[in-house]
């Protein structure tokens, strides 16, 4: 084998360490097992060689126990094969699933700003691409790099015993396969990085054209999106093409090299032969002790490329478990006590990045089980406001504060326990009606389910669903329509049954009659509560008890409709805004 320098080696340490290890019974069992696959491979030269030997002293006793120990050592070798391959796979699948697992909780975990940096697409890529190629170096450095080591040592070992002159003359040929073998190496590095890279960029390319097809016939865009992606799996295509050309180039490699030890070989222990130096046993049992080490040594060439590419993968595995999230719970946090829900934003600063302020100097208090309406035009941190709540996002400065209670200081998972969101992009999971309730208050009841369907005007079009509850939604929820979908979560939030409540555009895409249907729950869902909601259609918030004015980042008007109205100031000039695009709104206050 080649070289395993650079962090090669620490990435299968921490491989080691944190995966391996705890299966280290298993894998003394296996290394018990190489063990004897080497040490019976090391066995069949010398058992050709006594055959032969035998053969020309006319020994008769040769043909009744030679072929029994013939078939001992090989029935030793084929058990032990196979017990060392179901011990291998066994722990290579349980070590891929623990991986997988964990990087799954990580990013399930992760900020949000850590998970905006890749699309979804290119991070399930990772359990797929990314894993083949750990999965394949795992196998490989049990049935290879020990396997084969040992099966090489043992045969080596045979050779040696031989005839040592001509193992150092076929060790030779060594150093001059090793070099070329260990660039190609480092080559296959660079390229498989930039190819799991690649790889990740067109699963995001062509997941994002599937979910915006619609758009893409509308505007007829469909000859655009197939170049694009044609463009994109063809760079995959090249980077391919660049490793297995790479991968190609070992084969002949080491051919040559074997080549080049056989005949050196044949041509010495031939002299030997004829000059009655040697037997004809001994010609036939290093040359075929030779052939034998030809296939493990050829393995062991070929390992590094497998290797190096799995290498490439570990690094990416690893950066990504390494980035622990910013947002964390502080040591010592204690539950938020239960109160009646009063909100309070102290000198609020926030930035998505250095260069981008989304919210400068907030100072606002939402009055316990009242109802705030953030507006504002796109971009004047409405969003922003609601997603420092449940901490979504840590403020930069100031501070957000529930109760007196400073979010930051309290459980992460009692902050959340205490907030409910209703928002304009629904998620729901492909599962049941029921299940997608559910995940409202884990271990509810079917009649609290229910319950709460009814409360949010979704039981009557469950009830006549061919499955009732235990209809199944579809990925994403695509089984049902918008209003559907936005009641379904609705009786999400009435199940959650929080004092705080969120509300983001949660009518703006619906028809008129689903609106009315989920305005009506809405109303039910928000009385009681402390309740923040955004909504563009001013039409909406008349009858908050608190509207806030937003506009590049801080708030530029509080009050009431009709004093907002009276004032003259920017609500005013919104409300004025809406009137001249929308027709049906009424132009005067109710």
Do not use: C
Request: glycine letters at 10%; charged letters at 20%.
């Amino acid at each position: 084998m080649a070289r395993l320098k650079g962090d090669t080696i620490p990435l299968l340490r921490r491989l080691w360490r944190e995966w391996l290890s705890p299966h280290r019974g298993t894998l003394a069992v296996v290394l018990v097992l190489i063990a004897l696959v080497g040490a019976s491979t090391g066995l069949y030269p010398a058992l050709i060689k006594g055959a032969f030997d035998a053969f020309d002293r006319k020994d008769s006793g040769a043909l009744a126990y030679g072929p029994l120990i013939v078939i001992v050592v090989t029935s030793v070798r084929g058990f032990a094969l196979f017990g060392q391959t179901v011990l291998t796979n066994r722990v290579v699948t349980r070590v891929e699933a623990d991986m997988q697992a964990a990087l799954y909780g990580h990013l399930i975990d992760a900020d949000l700003a850590q998970l905006g940096r890749e699309s979804p697409a290119a991070f399930t890529q990772r359990f797929t691409t990314d894993f083949a190629f750990i999965k394949e170096a795992l196998t490989r450095i049990s049935t290879v790099l020990l396997r084969d080591v040992a099966m090489l040592v043992g045969l080596v070992a045979a050779l040696i015993w031989m005839d040592p002159v001509l193992t150092g003359v076929a060790a030779v040929t060594v150093p001059f396969v090793a070099g070329p073998i260990g660039k190609i190496g480092k080559k296959l590095r660079r390229v498989s990085t930039t190819t799991q890279e690649q790889m990740g960029a067109t699963a995001s390319l062509i997941s994002e054209s599937l979910q915006g097809v619609r758009i893409a016939k509308t505007y007829a865009m469909e000859g655009y999106l197939k170049g694009r992606a044609a463009d994109a799996l063809d760079s995959v295509r090249r980077l391919k093409m660049k490793a297995a050309n790479a991968r190609g180039r070992l084969d002949p490699l080491l051919e040559v090299g074997g080549g080049f030890a056989v005949a050196a070989v044949l041509m010495l222990v031939g002299q030997r032969v004829m000059a009655g130096e040697r037997t004809v046993g001994d010609f036939t049992g290093y040359v075929a002790a030779l052939l034998l080490a030809a296939q493990p040594a050829r393995a062991l060439g070929t390992l590094n490329a497998i290797l190096q590419e799995a290498a490439a993968a570990l690094t990416r595995y690893f950066a990504l478990m390494d980035e622990a999230p910013t947002i964390r719970e502080a040591s010592g946090a204690k539950a938020l006590k239960p109160g009646p829900g009063e909100i309070a934003y102290r000198n609020l600063h926030f930035r998505y990045r250095a260069d981008a302020p989304a919210l400068e100097g907030i100072d606002l208090v939402v009055p316990a089980g009242s109802t705030t309406a953030l507006v504002g035009r796109s971009g004047s941190g409405k969003s922003s406001l609601l997603n420092l709540v449940p901490r979504l996002y840590d403020a930069t400065g100031g501070t957000v504060a529930i109760d007196g209670q400073d979010v930051r200081g309290v459980t992460l998972s009692s902050l959340r326990a205490a907030v409910a969101v209703v928002s304009q992009e629904v998620v729901l999971f492909d599962d049941t009606i029921a299940a997608n309730i559910g995940f409202g208050r884990p271990g509810a009841t079917m009649p609290e389910i229910m319950a709460a369907a009814e409360a949010a005007a979704a039981h009557g079009f469950v009830s006549r669903l061919p499955e009732g509850y235990d209809f199944r939604v579809g990925p994403a929820g695509g089984r049902l329509s918008g209003g559907e979908r936005q009641r379904i979560s609705l009786a999400r939030a009435f199940l959650k049954d929080a004092p705080i409540l969120l509300l983001d555009e949660a009518t703006s895409a619906l028809d008129s009659e689903s609106e009315r249907l989920v305005q009506d729950a809405l109303t039910r869902l928000m009385k009681g509560r402390t309740t923040l909601v955004i909504a563009h259609r001013l039409s909406t918030v008349r009858e908050a008890d608190l509207i806030v004015v937003m506009e590049a980042g801080r708030v530029v008007e509080t009050g009431r409709h009709e004093a907002l109205i009276a004032q003259g100031g920017a609500y005013a000039r919104l409300h004025r805004m809406q009137l001249s695009d929308d027709p049906a709104e009424p132009a005067t206050v109710p």
